[in-house]
């Protein structure tokens, strides 16, 4: 099974300021044949289901705010969010997709500083 | 728009069996597959399986596969996932989610099931 680590737990941010959360996956998720990494970004708010934000590491689903932003390849992601808003407090998880089983990091909870 | 509107909640007993119902709408039901995915409470994500809506072909994880079925009826655009011999570490959050290409867009608002004697 390919093992997601996220770091940090959680982080604590001040409005309009970058928050940063990383994602390691134990073995490279990214396809040769096709030169894709199978990594996406969900975001949880409290009370509600997972909403896909990013897929192919770095490919904004539509609708998603652009402050939102992927990046890495391998092994190594990162989940941008490059001005937080109010809005964005929520648990985010990253996800491969490379291989069943499908797995996903821990979690990230961002709040307000 | 594209929607999966998932049955209500659950209580049973250790040892029980539960059928969660995944009903979609807004897409060509049988283009993509549905995966399910628990969460424990105040826990992360965890995947139990994906089903073909086209044609019934399933991929379950291996620790759930003695106890997990999932079934679909296209007539009806429903998926069914059904837990048996249930434990209180099944206590969860089950939801169901359109399968792009193993990616989960969107999600079923979720069914809690609670195991309890």
């Known amino acids: 099974d390919i093992v997601m680590t996220q770091s940090p737990d959680s982080l604590a941010v001040s409005l309009g300021e970058r928050a940063t959360i990383n994602c390691k996956s134990s073995?490279?998720?990214?396809?040769?044949?096709?030169?894709?990494?199978?990594l996406a970004w969900y975001q949880q708010k409290p009370g509600q289901p997972p909403k896909l934000l990013i897929s192919?590491?770095?490919t904004r689903e539509s609708g998603v705010p652009d402050r939102f932003s992927g990046s890495g390849s391998g092994t190594d992601f990162t989940l941008t969010i490059s001005s937080l808003q109010a809005e964005d407090v929520a648990v985010y998880y990253c996800?491969?997709?490379?291989?069943?089983?499908?797995?996903f990091g821990g979690g990230t909870k961002v709040e307000i500083k | 728009q594209v929607q999966l509107v998932q049955s209500g909640a659950e209580v049973k007993k250790p040892g029980a069996s539960v059928k969660v119902s995944c009903k979609a709408s807004g897409y060509t039901f049988t283009t993509y597959g549905i995966s399910w995915v628990r969460q424990a409470p105040g826990q992360g994500l965890e995947w139990m399986g994906w089903i073909s809506a086209y044609n019934g072909d399933t991929n379950y994880a291996q620790r759930f596969q003695d106890r997990v079925t999932l079934t679909t009826d296209t007539s009806t655009t429903t998926a069914y996932m059904e837990l048996r011999s249930l434990r209180s570490d099944d206590t969860a959050v089950y939801y169901c989610?359109?399968?792009?290409?193993?990616?989960?867009?969107?999600w079923g608002q979720g069914t809690l099931v609670t195991v309890s004697s």
């Open positions: 192919w590491a770095s």
């Open positions: 073995q490279s998720v990214l396809h040769s044949s096709n030169n894709k990494n199978y």
């Open positions: 996800h491969q997709y490379y291989s069943t089983p499908l797995t």
């Open positions: 989610a359109r399968d792009k290409s193993n990616c989960f867009d969107p």
